[in-house]
């Protein structure tokens, strides 16, 4: 499967612990983004990456996130101390920066914080 | 700030008949809008897409139009069957892609 794949797809923790979401994007798309999705909501936007760099984060990226692309393929997601609020389904997506602008989505990794 | 909303948050289409899910948008610079159908449990899924310099684009069974001077961008789904029952969203699109709530389509039998 050529897809953008994740890892884990799902995920229970307690409150106050650490997770770490992985994401391989499709392997020729230098673009790499986050997006997380509640209940009845669309998908919203946290940061993305060209390359190894991250251009953009979301106000909705407190500092208890952070993500990384350290070689412009795989791309991990932290949360620490995590709080209830924290628990949505956390989608990655890769494109190619100069093709059509498709924007493919891997089945995401969900997050239960009890 | 920038914004995606959709009109309806549930539709319910009988089987065969068209579906027409409607989109508004705020940023005038998206030069590019996306729609994705999202199943239960699963990731978006690309359905069709088009770019500013145009007004209508047609897939298979599916029609965007687009109208920049209202901001607003529409998908109609011809002979709707029961395996289009989902959550579709619109996305508009500068160098990140801002996502609506989403509309439900439920297909009646």
């Known amino acids: 499967d050529t897809g953008v794949s994740q890892d884990p797809r799902h995920k229970i923790t307690k409150r106050g612990q650490n997770v770490t979401f992985r994401c391989d994007p499709i392997?020729?798309?230098?673009?790499l983004y986050w997006y997380r999705q509640t209940l009845g909501q669309g998908p919203e936007f946290l940061t993305y990456?060209?390359?190894?760099?991250?251009?953009?984060k979301s106000r909705l990226l407190s500092d208890r996130f952070s993500a990384e692309r350290p070689k412009g393929s795989f791309s991990t997601l932290e949360i620490q101390r995590t709080e209830q609020g924290d628990s949505a389904m956390y989608l990655c997506?890769?494109?190619?920066?100069?093709?059509?602008?498709?924007?493919?989505f891997g089945e995401g990794s969900r997050l239960t914080v009890l | 700030g920038e914004s995606v909303g959709l009109h309806l948050p549930t539709l319910s289409v009988q089987e065969g008949d068209n579906s027409i899910i409607n989109c508004a948008y705020s940023n005038s610079a998206s030069d590019y809008f996306i729609w994705y159908k999202q199943e239960s449990g699963k990731g978006p899924q690309f359905i069709i897409d088009?770019?500013?310099?145009?007004d209508k684009r047609q897939g298979q069974r599916v029609t965007v139009l687009l109208n920049k001077t209202v901001k607003h961008l529409s998908l109609q789904i011809a002979a709707t069957q029961p395996g289009d029952s989902a959550v579709y969203f619109c996305a508009a699109v500068t160098y990140k892609y801002i996502f609506g709530t989403g509309t439900r389509l439920k297909v009646l039998a």
């Open positions: 392997s020729e798309h230098n673009r």
């Open positions: 990456f060209q390359n190894e760099a991250q251009l953009e």
């Open positions: 088009i770019r500013s310099n145009m």
């Open positions: 997506a890769s494109s190619l920066r100069l093709a059509g602008g498709e924007l493919f």
